[in-house]
């Protein structure tokens, strides 16, 4: 906690779904400082009891965040340093939205956030035992992959935008 202290933006409860697509009820945290995973003993809402914290994932971590399109409420993120978590949520957007606050506070910059239009993100996660065949180099091949995937993606809304602003103003004649 030194030299600031870590607080709370964001509390709530979610489905992690684990390598073998097995849902989990979770409750994920994010602070300041890190997202974290506590498993759940019992109770709903106020009452929910808590196991023990599973996972902590530091802020800087977190390359990208991939998410559905669809009504699926999937997203993931992609920490290439250790291993990706795949997550269900109603709250998937706001979710997204804290993270991102919190990401820009501390790297200066809004994290990848990839979006794509398939159900399940089963085939975007590298799960913890590919990440402990993966070398340095297959590491920082993903976060340029990550990198490259976010460029084309801007590219591609900055045409629309383009063809969008070409169509109003043909309307507006």
């Known amino acids: 906690n030194f030299p600031e202290q870590e607080s709370i933006s964001l509390s709530v409860e979610l489905i992690k779904i684990n390598k073998r697509s097995k849902e989990q009820e979770r409750t994920m945290i994010i602070t300041n400082k890190a997202v974290y995973h506590l498993s759940v003993k019992n109770g709903k809402g106020r009452d929910r009891k808590y196991k023990k914290v599973l996972r902590r994932i530091s802020i800087e971590g977190i390359v990208a965040i991939t998410t559905s399109c669809t009504d699926s409420n999937e997203f993931a993120f992609h920490i290439p340093q250790e291993y990706d978590t795949r997550y269900k949520s109603k709250y998937k957007n706001i979710i997204i939205n804290v993270l ?3 990401y820009k506070k501390i790297e200066g910059k809004k994290p990848i956030v990839i979006k794509t239009p398939y159900n399940a993100l089963t085939s975007f ?15 920082l091949r993903r976060i340029e992959s990550y990198v490259q995937t976010q460029t084309l993606q801007m590219e591609s809304h900055a045409a629309e935008r383009e063809d969008n602003n070409s169509l ?3 309307y507006l004649y």
Do not use: G, H, L
């Open 168 to 170: 109003s103003s043909y």
């Open 125 to 139: 996660i590298t799960t913890k035992d590919i990440a402990k065949k993966q070398s340095k180099e297959d590491k």
């Open 100 to 102: 991102t606050i919190v």
